[in-house]
């Protein structure tokens, strides 16, 4: 009976650990997309941040400085993705490529010469009980999370009023539906796109933090692991609904951590086909909703004043 | 393809030179996203602490006037020419392949099973069955992002990505169990049979035929997209799909084709991994050349020739990295960082190349893909 307590108490927290990332990461995907901006440079924006958060928590001891030095960092590439798509109108896939790639040559190079004994352990983010609510018995370890859990419980609910019931998310839902209607309204379309995307950078360099300074706890190359991948198919999952994002992401995260489980009960699946669970689960889910999730209008359209 | 692209730009008066600034314009953007790759690289290098001077030196000599060198060169060239014909004919189609890597590791253990089945058949009948099996299973995995994306409409970029990670866990699973060669100490295949070898072209090296079958395809391919119907019906599904369906073509079936040959090409680079360099199947055992073809085949602007060349160009990278870094003491992570950067610049050079010519449009239009690839739009049939 305890056994069995543990055991689900383990894995409603492993299934956190996992989804929290994700999450972020998908929520920034959602920004950018519902702006029309589409983003498939999450992967290399969370691998920035990751790798920026392990730097600077390093270089300074203090694991805050590392997440603002994320978010920091992070934005900046939400900058060029912004500058790329938007200014000069490159393909919006080929910049996310572009931006993948280039993340993942240059924190393998810079991690060489700041790692150079390999990981290093870093100054983690510690959790931060919430009083009273802790001290509950079994669910107490629900609120023993860090701040940057209680932050996303917070972000979803508040994300979800501001797109649909706010001015900011009319604006922003007008920008990835109808950039022509909103440009006519007097909204400025690259505007709303460029502080979609640099805010999705910034929620990427988060979700990179979070899996460097509180869940793993060193840096690796290429340590995002198709994590920005699999938010995108949470977004498209989630239909571009924060709510249901998150709760794509909680599934794919669910999956992440029963895999785990499984390995360490020692049931007898080979363990490959336990690690490419995740993302079996992810491509089923987009094969189940085909057809169903309509992406906004404009998105990965470019949009200029002049053409017709 | 490329014709369209430069019909505003200005024109120089004689036939000849014509021709060349033509060509020039073509490659100008490529060549300049390198150049600004490796002028970054340095500034890494002198971050590091190292002389870039030093460090490319080392680099090149190596890769390019030594034997060994040069060969080690052609080894890496191989798998990248092959991968990333592939994404370059998924491209003219307008489809993005992203997964060539998965299609890398199937392809391996496709040629992997007939090279260990059918014991003692001769070699002109093996080998070729052998680099078939390769084909087949790649092409075979990435068709199914291929149907997915026409029966379905789920767009092929995020398929394939996800396809990657699974194909790369199964072959791990095939080597770990049903392929394991018995007492091994790190998971790897058995031998394939002998009848099954690419054959060695440079003596003492690792060196293999495979460079030949990469460098003929590249040829075939060239003739075949420009003046054949398929290659016709190809561009024309890549340039504008709901014309191509006016025009009575396939446009669903010509997508899934694409895809299968795209993914066969990628799958044939594993064979060549397979049946010409370990002769084994490993784990693990690209070292991410599905990416790096990406990278090559949007520098090389839907040109199959160019990809040769490209594809040399980061061969050159891979085979005297690790020589730059015993004598320069540079990480040979920077290699990654020039490789990844040059997609960077390519997408700015050629956005600044269209401002230029004042062309509002949006910039990949005949440019650098064809105008609807990746966009989310549903496949009109």
Redesign the interface.
């Known amino acids: 009976m305890d056994a069995q307590f543990t055991f689900l108490q383990d894995y409603v927290l492993a299934s956190i650990r996992l989804t929290v990332p994700l999450a972020y990461a998908a929520l920034g995907g959602l920004l950018s997309e519902r702006s029309g901006v589409?983003n498939?440079g999450l992967e290399g924006m969370v691998l920035t941040g990751a790798f920026a958060s392990s730097a600077v928590a390093l270089m300074t001891g203090n694991a805050w400085y590392g997440l603002i030095a994320a978010i920091a960092i992070s934005s900046l590439v939400g900058l060029?993705h912004a500058a790329?798509c938007v200014n000069?109108?490159?393909?919006?896939?080929?910049?996310g490529?572009?931006?993948?790639?280039?993340?993942?040559?240059?924190t393998?190079?810079c991690?060489?010469?700041l790692f150079p004994s390999g990981t290093v352990a870093l100054p983690k983010i510690n959790p931060l009980p919430i009083p009273l609510l802790h001290s509950i018995p079994v669910l107490g370890a629900l609120f023993t999370q860090d701040i940057l859990v209680y932050g996303l419980l917070i972000l979803i609910p508040i994300g979800s009023y501001l797109l649909f019931h706010s001015s900011w998310g009319l604006a922003l839902r007008a920008v990835g539906n109808y950039p022509r209607a909103a440009d006519t309204a007097g909204l400025s379309v690259s505007w709303v796109r460029y502080i979609s995307v640099i805010l999705c950078g910034a929620l990427c360099g988060i979700a990179g933090a979070y899996l460097a300074l509180v869940h793993v706890g060193f840096f690796t190359?290429g340590m995002s692991a198709?994590k920005g991948?699999?938010a995108?198919?949470a977004l498209?999952l989630g239909r571009w609904n924060p709510v249901y994002t998150a709760l794509a992401c909680l599934l794919f995260g669910a999956t992440d951590a029963l895999q785990l489980r499984i390995q360490a009960f020692g049931i007898d699946i080979?363990y490959?086909?336990l690690?490419?669970l995740p993302?079996?689960a992810?491509?089923l889910a987009?094969?189940g909703i085909?057809?169903k999730a309509t992406?906004p209008a404009a998105?990965?359209?470019?949009y200029?004043k002049?053409?017709k | 393809m490329n014709q369209p692209s430069i019909e505003n730009r200005p024109r120089p008066p004689s036939g000849f030179s014509q021709q060349a600034m033509q060509w020039l314009w073509i490659a100008l953007p490529p060549l300049a996203a390198i150049g600004a790759a490796l002028l970054v690289g340095a500034g890494l290098m002198v971050v590091a602490g190292a002389s870039p001077i030093v460090a490319y030196g080392a680099l090149f000599r190596e890769s390019l006037t030594t034997y060994y060198g040069f060969a080690n060169t052609l080894t890496k060239m191989t798998p990248l020419l092959l991968v990333s014909l592939g994404v370059l004919v998924g491209l003219r189609a307008g489809q993005f392949n992203l997964g060539g890597e998965g299609q890398i590791y199937m392809g391996g253990l496709g040629s992997l099973i007939v090279g260990l089945n059918f014991q003692g058949l001769p070699m002109w009948i093996h080998l070729p069955l052998a680099l078939l099996g390769g084909m087949l299973f790649g092409g075979a995995w990435a068709a199914i992002a291929g149907y997915l994306k026409v029966a379905r409409g789920l767009n092929e970029v995020l398929t394939t990505l996800l396809l990657n990670y699974i194909a790369q866990h199964f072959v791990s699973y095939m080597v770990n169990g049903p392929f394991k060669e018995p007492g091994a100490p790190s998971p790897f295949s058995p031998l394939v049979a002998e009848s099954a070898f690419l054959p060695g072209i440079l003596p003492k090296t690792q060196a293999h035929a495979g460079i030949f079958l990469g460098l003929a395809i590249a040829l075939i391919l060239t003739v075949v997209l420009s003046s054949t119907p398929f290659g016709y019906q190809v561009d024309m599904v890549g340039q504008n799909p709901i014309a191509a369906r006016y025009a009575n073509i396939p446009v669903g079936k010509t997508i899934v084709m694409v895809m299968a040959l795209s993914g066969g090409l990628a799958g044939l680079a594993g064979s060549c991994e397979v049946l010409g360099l370990k002769h084994r199947l490993f784990e693990n055992f690209s070292p991410g050349y599905g990416f790096d073809a990406i990278a090559i085949a949007l520098l090389s602007r839907g040109n199959p020739i160019a990809v040769i060349l490209t594809a040399l160009f980061f061969g050159t990278l891979r085979s005297g990295a690790n020589v730059m870094q015993r004598s320069a003491n540079v990480p040979f992570t920077v290699i990654y960082a020039i490789q990844g950067l040059t997609v960077l610049f390519i997408a700015i050079s050629l956005a600044l190349l269209e401002f230029r010519n004042k062309r509002s449009p949006v910039v990949e239009a005949a440019s650098l893909t064809p105008p609807n690839a990746g966009t989310p739009a549903s496949v009109p049939d």
């Open positions: 589409l498939i060029v790329l000069l109108r490159v393909n919006q896939l080929v910049s490529l572009a931006i993948n790639l280039a993340a993942a040559g240059l393998a190079f991690a060489r010469i190359e198709g991948f699999i995108l198919a498209i080979p490959q086909f690690l490419m993302y079996v992810a491509l987009l094969i085909a057809g992406p998105l990965g359209l470019p200029s002049e053409s």
